[in-house]
C-alpha cells in the first residue's frame, strides 16, 4: 500500500517577500555593473580625449610651420588667418614669387597623394567619410598608420597651398586614435565606436579651439 504524502505549499505572503529580495538584488547587482561599465567607458573616452587633443593640435603647428616655411619665407605669400588662431606668427615675409605660388601647391598634393595612395588609400580625401563609414560599417576598426599617414599627407597638401580644410584631416586622425585605444584596451565593439567618436569630437575641438563643442 502506498502512502501519499502532501507537503503544505508555502505560504503567500513569504513567496512574495522571497521574490521581492531575489528582485532587488538583481537590479542592485545589474545597476552596479551598469555603473562600472559607464564609468569605464568615460575614463577611456577622457584618455582618447586628451591624446586627440594634443595630437590636433601639434597637426594644426605642423600645418602653420610648413606653410610658414613654403608659402610665406619661398614664395613670398602671406595666408589669411582669423585674429588670435595662429600659433606659428610669421617672422619674416621673403618678396612675392607668383611664379612659386602655383608650383608649390602642386608639389605638396602630388605628395601628399602619393604617400596616401602609397600606404593608405583610405586616408584620401577630407577624412570625415572615412571615419562615417568606419563607425557604421567597420566596428569602428581603423588601421594603426591612418593617423601618421593622414597627418603628413594633410600636412603636405595643405601646408603647401592646397585647397582643403583643417577639420576634415583632425577627424579622422583623432578617430583613428580612439579606435587604436579601444584596440589596445581589447574593449567591445560597441565601445570602440564610442572611442571612435570621442577622438572624432577632441580632433574638431582642438582645430577650432572650442572644447564644450566637443563635448556637446
Same mark, same amino acid.
Given at each position: *500500500?502506498?502512502?501519499?504524502?502532501l *507537503?503544505?505549499?508555502?505560504?503567500?505572503?513569504?513567496l512574495? %517577500? %522571497?521574490?521581492?529580495?531575489?528582485l532587488?538584488?538583481?537590479?542592485?547587482d #545589474?545597476?552596479q555593473?551598469?555603473?562600472q561599465?559607464?564609468g569605464r567607458?568615460? @575614463?577611456?573616452a577622457?584618455?582618447? /580625449?586628451?591624446?586627440?587633443?594634443?595630437?590636433?593640435?601639434l597637426?594644426?603647428a605642423?600645418?602653420e610651420?610648413?606653410?610658414?616655411?613654403?608659402?610665406?619665407?619661398? $614664395?613670398?605669400?602671406?595666408?589669411?588667418?582669423?585674429?588670435g588662431?595662429?600659433?606659428? $606668427?610669421?617672422?619674416?615675409v621673403? *618678396?612675392?614669387?607668383? @611664379?612659386?605660388? @602655383?608650383?608649390?601647391p602642386?608639389?605638396?598634393?602630388?605628395?601628399?597623394?602619393?604617400i596616401?595612395?602609397?600606404?593608405?588609400?583610405?586616408?584620401?580625401?577630407?577624412?570625415?567619410?572615412a571615419i562615417?563609414?568606419?563607425?557604421?560599417?567597420h566596428?569602428?576598426?581603423?588601421?594603426?598608420r591612418?593617423?601618421?599617414?593622414?597627418?603628413?599627407?594633410?600636412?603636405?597638401?595643405? /601646408?603647401?597651398?592646397?585647397?582643403?580644410? #583643417?577639420?576634415g584631416p583632425t577627424?579622422?586622425?583623432? /578617430?583613428?586614435?580612439?579606435?587604436?585605444v579601444?584596440?589596445?584596451? %581589447?574593449?567591445?565593439?560597441r565601445e570602440? %565606436?564610442?572611442?571612435?567618436?570621442?577622438g572624432t $569630437?577632441?580632433?574638431?575641438?582642438?582645430?577650432? #579651439?572650442?572644447?564644450? /563643442?566637443? $563635448?556637446?
Amino acid at each position: *500500500r502506498r502512502v501519499l504524502t502532501l *507537503r503544505p505549499a508555502p505560504p503567500v505572503p513569504r513567496l512574495r %517577500r %522571497r521574490l521581492g529580495t531575489l528582485l532587488r538584488m538583481g537590479l542592485g547587482d #545589474r545597476s552596479q555593473v551598469s555603473l562600472q561599465i559607464l564609468g569605464r567607458v568615460l @575614463w577611456h573616452a577622457a584618455l582618447v /580625449g586628451a591624446a586627440a587633443g594634443v595630437v590636433g593640435s601639434l597637426f594644426v603647428a605642423g600645418l602653420e610651420l610648413t606653410q610658414v616655411v613654403f608659402l610665406e619665407r619661398l $614664395a613670398g605669400y602671406l595666408p589669411l588667418r582669423a585674429e588670435g588662431e595662429t600659433i606659428l $606668427a610669421a617672422q619674416h615675409v621673403t *618678396r612675392f614669387r607668383p @611664379w612659386l605660388l @602655383w608650383a608649390i601647391p602642386a608639389i605638396g598634393a602630388l605628395a601628399g597623394g602619393a604617400i596616401s595612395a602609397r600606404f593608405a588609400p583610405e586616408t584620401r580625401g577630407g577624412g570625415s567619410d572615412a571615419i562615417i563609414e568606419a563607425f557604421h560599417q567597420h566596428d569602428g576598426v581603423v588601421r594603426r598608420r591612418v593617423p601618421l599617414v593622414k597627418a603628413i599627407a594633410s600636412i603636405l597638401t595643405l /601646408g603647401f597651398g592646397g585647397s582643403g580644410g #583643417r577639420e576634415g584631416p583632425t577627424m579622422q586622425i583623432g /578617430g583613428a586614435l580612439g579606435s587604436l585605444v579601444g584596440r589596445y584596451l %581589447r574593449v567591445s565593439a560597441r565601445e570602440r %565606436r564610442i572611442l571612435l567618436v570621442a577622438g572624432t $569630437a577632441a580632433g574638431m575641438a582642438a582645430v577650432f #579651439r572650442t572644447p564644450l /563643442g566637443a $563635448a556637446l
